[in-house]
């Protein structure tokens, strides 16, 4: 009987044993594993500019970028200076070329002719891009990816035509003035009806401000640029034509030394259109 009970107390104490080494003995490697998949799947190596995730997409997505409820759609992720990838932006919507360009290159409107029927093209993913790339280098990749994820129905070129333009010359603060910073600038000389939005940014996003409202390339030749320039959101609703674009520069001409000169340039224009049928590989 004592044996038996020996035998019993023993058998206890090697399960008790073996109980406490399965709580204390954890992998390590396991918390390190999201991050290593994410760094892996969603950086870039040194040469890539730009990467395209391709659905079926993996299972870690879901949890990991994604909102709450949320298994499908498109992620957008910038890569920094410093190598880290940081989410920027989700959509419900299936991707196409024309949303893939807003995604991944900031080309102005008057620099960019996507065909109607080519920017609906399907192109569904996630996109990864590396952040403080220019334009053209950007562009050029996308080519690419576009090019390969549409079994090559698209075609990207880029050439130089002679268009409209306007090119801003002189200063930026009013004749006579100087040091401090200068009242917000209006596009419209009546008094609003309600205070518009003011809205500040460099020179060169108050530009593009203008070739977005305007429809055409905007040339910064001005001397003594300011750091940061301030404008009232009163820009007229609609197209404006050239007698409402006149009248923008010479209200923007009396509140500053600046000259808005209309003429006309070679600008390269990048060019999205379907591919020649006789040039698409055929299915066999």
Known sequence: MRA??????????????????CL???????PALPKQWHDQ???????????????????????????AGQFTGQTMHLVRTDGQVQPI?????TGTVRSALAHCVNIPQAELRVQPHAGSVVVDGDWIVREQIRDERRMQALALILDSATGRKIQVTENAIYAYCVVVQGNWNPPGKTGDPPEPLRFDPRAPEAAPEVMRGAP????????????????????????IVSWLNDMPAGLLGSFERRAIFRTLESQTSLQFIETRRPIQIWNVRERPSTTQPTKK
């Open 204 to 227: 060169k996003d108050f530009l593009r401000f203008l070739e977005q409202n305007f429809r055409c390339r905007f040339f910064d030749e001005t001397v003594d640029p300011l750091q």
């Open 4 to 21: 038996a009970i020996a035998i019993v107390a023993a058998i206890l104490a090697i399960a008790i044993v073996a109980w406490k080494l």
């Open 89 to 93: 932006g989700w959509t419900s919507k």
């Open 24 to 30: 204390i003995v954890k992998p390590t490697a396991i």
């Open 41 to 67: 799947v969603y950086g870039l190596d040194d040469d890539e500019v730009i990467r395209l995730i391709a659905p079926p997409f993996p299972l870690q997505r879901a949890s990991g970028f994604l909102p």
